[in-house]
């Protein structure tokens, strides 16, 4: 009678050697998830690709350059659409296959257009963004004194850690409107010849009495105030200030009230690392999305068969509020009138609310990163990491896209071979959002993607050359379709 072991190992196909201790195979290595086999994006690129990451880039830099807020950002893409042979909406005889179109939301929002092959009524793709930043904003009556020196008055706009904005050289850019119906452009900073605004800190010889504050509030939000001026005008410091404000744009103190003024970082964007592979700057939430949003459009080879809409929003970073958020009538409105301008007299309510339901929307917003210095904050299997491509957002409790429309999206990465990756944050430790619940509310197909970044809502946030441009490549896929 053999021995129980050798009938069990028999049993399982085991190879059993009389005479030889029964002894475990040797362990092979672990093995690794698919994500675990993942390669960066810089390893799947080829030498020619490599060049148009590069180039992409440096486009891309351009324009963070000049589009410090949503209403430059509005300005820039405008000019860029219309150089590229868009024009603005402004008659139904214009709603035509491959036509583009400028639908304008009030100078801080903007719509781009491509008018497919199919009916509008057939459904619209969408690549929805936002272009605001966090920053300071200017108060009503932004200047007083302290000491010896004119301060602004501001306020916080967006999430911002307060300490970061302090000695760090800030422009004042907006516009200010005037009642005799002016509107007037304002930047200083933003010139190798302008003078910036600081706000100072404490030096460490004195500041004792300050180094029990906790993180967020090194700087109190009220303590966020640049120095405006330090000469005197006959005797004024607010004379100093309102005599340059006169000469350079011809407004008077009152004009405050009724002005949108930032204050910005003024420092240009920069590429990051010894191999340039990184591209810093301020304002790359979102206006990342927005340019490869803008791009991907103005870019379409050919007309399409769903007509294509790149849709730059303001206010995300204070909830998406205003007449020039995305919780406004505006997009339904433009898409309202694009249909009218095809169904003519036919054309009831019905026929957008359906034509919404068989839309579908990227929704995208650049995404915390894995931090190298901060890895704890994220959850390792689950968080997304610069190079390794788009991620798809995963939210959980209810926000994220059905499962139908997620394996869509990912069939059109896979067949155009982008490299791509989730993003869901550590639970209890923080989290975010996108405009992306007002689309859905509208009965709209809808995914949440970005890319990551790190130092997000900084001063100078932080991404990856490679991601930037396959967001891009994606965005061009998905309009393509």
Partial sequence: MRPLVTIVLALLGAPFVAGQDARPASSASPLK??????????????????????????????????????????????????????????????????????????????????????????????????????????????????????????????????YQYANEPLALIGRVDTTDGKTVDVSIGMDDADPVFVIPDNAPHSDTPLRTRAYQNVLEAEELDPVAASIPTEGSLVATVMK???????????????????????????????????TGGYGQDDRLSSYCAVRAVIDLMATPRRTAIAYLTNHEEAGSVNNTGARSEFFNNAVGRLLAAQRGKEYNDLDLRLALRASEVISADTNDGVNPLFNSTSEATNA?????????????????ANSEFTARIRGILD???????????????????????????????????????????????????????????????????
Avoid: C
């Fill in 384 to 400: 997304a990491k610069l190079g390794f491509g788009p991620a798809i957002k995963r939210y959980g409790r209810g926000f994220d």
């Fill in 244 to 278: 340059e404000m006169t000469s350079r744009y011809g407004i008077k103190e009152e004009d405050f009230v009724s002005g949108e003024l930032h204050l910005v970082p003024a420092r240009m964007p920069a590429d990051v690392g010894l191999d340039r592979g990184l």
């Fill in 33 to 162: 998830t698919v994500w675990e086999g993942k390669k960066n994006g810089w390893d799947l690129v080829s030498a020619e690709q490599r060049k148009e990451v590069f180039a992409f880039n440096e486009g891309y830099k351009a324009y963070l350059k000049v589009a410090r807020s949503a209403y430059f950002s509005t300005k820039e893409t405008i000019r860029q659409a219309k150089a590229a042979g868009f024009a603005d909406f402004t008659a139904s005889a214009q709603v035509k296959p491959g036509a583009k179109l400028i639908v304008n939301s009030r100078d801080r929002g903007v719509a781009l257009v491509v008018v497919g092959s199919e009916p509008i009524a057939s459904g619209v793709r969408v690549l929805a963004t936002h272009h605001d930043s966090s920053h300071l904003d200017l108060k009503s009556r932004p200047i007083y004194l302290a000491g010896t020196l004119a301060m602004f008055n501001t306020m916080e706009y967006g999430g911002i850690k307060r």
């Fill in 415 to 481: 067949r155009a071979s982008i490299p791509w990756q989730t993003q869901t944050p550590k639970v209890g430790v923080g989290g975010g959002g996108t405009i992306g619940q007002f689309f859905s509310d509208w009965d709209m197909e809808v995914i949440d993607m970005g890319v990551p970044l790190l130092s997000m809502h900084s001063t100078f946030e932080i991404s990856s050359k490679v991601d930037t441009w396959n967001f891009y490549r994606f965005m061009s896929a998905f309009l393509a379709q």
